[in-house]
């Protein structure tokens, strides 16, 4: 069986008939997935479009357990997750946010942050020393992103820019083995150049960890130039789906004519 048929037996995310109501039998109900399926294969770096409203944030926080599904079943390597907690689900899947402060905590210095990333899941405190060893691997990390941060190990995170962060964000983020990467909006907040340099780090990173990636962006120009598959989402639905070389083919024209499209449809 080749990789990419064991990709699709063995798939590393499913959704399986998820249902997700918000405000059920006010006047303010909004069905958001109606019976919702959605497989990702193994390895696969994934883009997500839509408009506001179409369930993009809505089925990344079902993922990561920020929010419960109605009902239906959610897999991640297999194993149901469904009713799982959100922490115990952040043992196997980083997130990356669009606040360059969510991902980090920002009144720690950087060495503080990467020794907590560093033991994500266990039961480590703040030690007034970490050993030369790992402050050593953390510089050679930093040096990786070209920012000059394997420096500045003793400064507070707060004070970095936006783009240092989200890529300190980033970095740590993927410090520990993960099945599932989820990257959250993670450039809307940057100006062009820093997102574009986050941008870069973020292909570098995925190739290198080989990490099954889900990134839901508004930057229709990352969606068509990154991952090898993109797919757009509308009222809960998945109205355009592609993969690979066909993936390899999709313009912003394309992406910009769909949502014309659909707000023809839509009537506006």
Do not use: W
């Not at 266990?122 to 030690?127: C, M």
């Not at 997102?195 to 969606?223: D, G, P, S, W, Y």
Request: some cysteine.
């Amino acid at each position: 069986m080749s990789s990419e048929q064991q990709s699709v037996v063995n798939p590393m995310v499913t959704f399986e008939h998820v249902n997700k109501i918000f405000n059920p039998g006010s006047v303010n109900e909004t069905t958001v997935f109606d019976d919702f399926n959605l497989l990702l294969r193994r390895g696969n770096f994934i883009s997500v479009v839509g408009s506001n409203g179409s369930g993009k944030t809505t089925m990344l926080n079902l993922l990561c357990g920020s929010i419960p599904a109605d009902s239906g079943r959610i897999t991640v390597d297999g194993a149901d997750i469904t009713n799982m907690k959100e922490f115990e689900r952040s043992a196997f899947i980083g997130r990356v946010y669009q606040d360059p402060s969510a991902g980090t905590c920002p009144h720690l210095t950087i060495l503080e942050n990467m020794a907590l990333a560093d033991n994500k899941g266990g039961s480590f405190l703040l030690q007034r020393g970490v050993n030369k060893q790992r402050k050593d691997y953390y510089r050679s990390i930093l040096e990786q992103l070209h920012m000059g941060l394997e420096d500045k190990l003793g400064i507070a995170v707060k004070s970095l820019s936006g783009g240092q962060r989200q890529a300190l964000a980033l970095l740590i983020a993927t410090m520990t083995p993960l099945k599932l990467l989820i990257l959250d909006e993670h450039t809307a907040a940057l100006d062009p150049k820093s997102a574009e340099t986050v941008m870069e780090l973020t292909r570098q990173v995925i190739e290198e960890k080989k990490v099954t990636t889900l990134m839901v962006t508004h930057n229709l120009k990352f969606a068509a130039e990154y991952g090898n598959r993109l797919f757009m989402l509308h009222r809960g639905k998945i109205v355009f789906d592609a993969l690979g070389e066909e993936k390899e083919r999709i313009s912003i024209k394309d992406l910009t004519d769909r949502f014309d499209e659909i707000s023809i449809e839509d009537g506006n």
